[in-house]
């Protein structure tokens, strides 16, 4: 069982980059997913949710309309689109399941795969 973050990178501001999250040995369409990060030195934040269905989203204000949560059950994968990044938003990202989506939290229950380090730089 395994949940993998990747497509992190160096990229310069205003750049775009998509991460996925891949699931191995359980399937992804039961959960609800949430994408997190952790910039050096800061807590661990909540960035944006999806639910299993696809039905419902959620995103940090600090995010709104740059970033798009999407998921791919058939590939057992969810990506996230960030557009116009911002040197703030280098961070390792992490997805993880069974967040709390209105709160865009963790909860005692959520598998987290591991991160994929975003570096906005110019």
């Known amino acids: 069982v395994q949940l993998q973050a990747s497509g992190g990178g160096l990229v310069q501001p205003g750049g775009s980059l998509r991460l996925s999250c891949a699931a191995s040995?359980?399937?992804?369409?039961?959960?609800?997913i949430g994408w997190f990060r952790q910039a050096p030195g800061k807590e661990r934040e909540g960035v944006s949710c999806?639910?299993?269905?696809?039905?419902?989203?959620n995103y940090a204000d600090s995010v709104k309309g740059r970033f798009t949560v999407s998921r791919d059950n058939a590939k057992n994968t969810v990506y996230l689109q960030m557009n116009n990044l911002k040197p703030e938003d280098t961070a390792v990202y992490y997805c993880?399941?069974?967040?709390?989506?209105?709160?865009?939290?963790?909860?005692?229950?959520?598998?987290w795969g591991q991160g994929t380090l975003v570096t906005v730089s110019s």
């Open positions: 993880a399941t069974d967040p709390d989506c209105s709160r865009l939290s963790w909860t005692p229950l959520s598998y």
């Open positions: 999806i639910s299993s269905s696809a039905g419902s989203t």
């Open positions: 040995g359980f399937t992804l369409d039961w959960y609800n």
